[in-house]
């Protein structure tokens, strides 16, 4: 022990303080840290984008496009996450006799530093007036004096790795139609997504939480051919029938990915850190097939719990945060327009507008419970309807139902 401040505390309390200055504890308390931010938060981040295109018109106003499109980011403030300064290190605790897979290990860890168990362990207080209500993990933190982790903000030490074939058909203004096609299938990872080990950042390359490997959008506007029927000299005919343009846009794409469910265990209890569980090997992801409308949600649980498996007390899951083959369901987007420009005099003109969506009335049902494989399954009493488990989907807050609006607008 080394006296300051007419203080006593350990020498690695002093070290830490000197990288941190005036973070040295109150005697008796166990706080929220300060704010950090990292030393390196102003260097910008840095993005390489690279790619190879091949256009071919195959007939007149209509163009074909293929590429490849990819990009590589470094230095992006995104993935903070990857360090926790006040998380323990599993390596540390085993150079001091701390072997967090040990049963009698966890259990010393657990129990308070009051208690009989720590005191007949010899464990000692990190500092004068440290609570004794305090678990001994928490007097073995790197900075014991506070509650919660250190993570700096805006430290870039973010990955991004972006790899897409794109396709493209693209058709000029012909007979009143144009519409344009694209096609991308792509594959987008990062590190700092829903971090496993802070102590391991090599490994934390993923899929992204956003990641849609496939999507296909189709837009396209059509000039009514109205005018072409009826009086043929009738100018006031003409201009109220004239001009009415129809358009469409059409999207359609991957679901989105389903975070991988975090682990039961106790290893926050012992080190700070969360881990995931396990995939279990040839086991089903899903119970029903999300995307199929063929199940009745208020009866039916969707997703397997025993595709996954919570790993050992005081140990790390090795699965990724996110998989391609586990998503929700796929949400398309299918919109309608139909609207006319009336010129009225040389500055004014009236805009109408009617712009429709979800125009096939498609059912969307909430995303599915996946946070708890170990859940219990429970069903309404009055009703014998579900209620909640793993892959329970609440239709309380079912959406979809197809919607429009009138729009009207003068410019002068």
């Known amino acids: 022990m080394i006296l300051q401040n007419g203080l006593q505390y350990s020498q690695a309390a002093l070290n830490n303080a000197s990288l941190n200055p005036g973070i040295l504890p109150t005697p008796g308390t166990v706080s929220s840290p300060a704010y950090f931010i990292d030393p390196n938060a102003n260097r910008p981040g840095r993005v390489h984008s690279f790619s190879v295109n091949l256009q071919r018109e195959v007939m007149r106003n209509l163009m074909v496009e293929t590429a490849y499109v990819g990009n590589r980011g470094a230095w992006e403030i995104g993935a903070t996450g990857l360090v926790n300064l006040n998380a323990t290190n599993p390596a540390t605790l085993l150079a001091e006799g701390y072997d967090i897979t040990n049963p009698t290990t966890q259990k010393l860890l657990t ?4 208690s009989a168990t720590a005191v007949a362990a010899g464990v000692k207080l990190p500092y004068p007036g440290f609570p004794t209500g305090q678990t001994v993990a928490q007097s073995l933190r790197p900075y014991p004096q506070y509650s919660s ?3 700096p903000m805006w430290a870039p030490l973010g990955d991004s790795w972006y790899d ?10 012909t ?4 519409g344009q096609a694209a096609f991308t299938w792509s594959k987008e990872e990062a590190t700092g997504q829903a971090i496993n080990n802070v102590f391991d950042p090599p490994n934390q390359k993923s899929l ?4 849609q490997p496939f999507l296909f959008v189709v837009s396209w506007t059509y000039e009514l051919p109205f005018d072409r029927f009826g009086p043929s000299q009738n100018k006031l005919y003409k201009q109220i029938v004239g001009g009415w343009r129809l358009g469409g846009l059409f999207r359609y794409g991957s679901g989105l990915p389903i975070p ?4 039961q265990g106790n290893l926050n209890s012992l080190i700070f850190q969360t881990t995931r569980m396990n995939r279990v090997p040839g086991q089903p992801l899903f119970l029903e097939n999300l995307n199929c409308g063929c199940f009745d949600p208020t009866k039916t649980l969707v997703l397997n719990p025993k595709a996954w498996t919570d790993v050992p007390n005081g140990t790390w899951g090795y699965s990724a945060p996110f998989y391609n083959d586990y998503r929700y369901e796929r949400t398309p987007y299918e919109s309608l327009n139909l ?5 009225i005099g040389e500055k004014t003109r009236l805009e109408l507008r009617g712009e429709f969506f979800n125009v096939f009335n498609r059912l969307e049902l909430p995303n599915p419970s996946a946070s708890n494989p170990l859940a219990t399954t429970t069903y309404n009493s009055s009703t014998g ?3 909640g488990g793993f892959g329970y989907i609440n239709v309380s807050s079912v959406g979809g139902q197809r919607s429009g609006e009138l729009v009207a607008r003068v410019s002068f």
């Open 111 to 114: 129990s308070t530093i009051g």
């Open 149 to 151: 982790s250190f993570i």
């Open 164 to 173: 897409s074939l794109q396709a493209k058909v693209t058709q000029r203004f």
């Open 175 to 178: 007979h009143g139609l144009t």
């Open 208 to 211: 992204v939480s956003s990641s």
């Open 260 to 263: 991988v469910p975090a682990s």
């Open 339 to 343: 609207g006319r420009t009336f010129r």
């Open 385 to 387: 309807l579900l209620s």
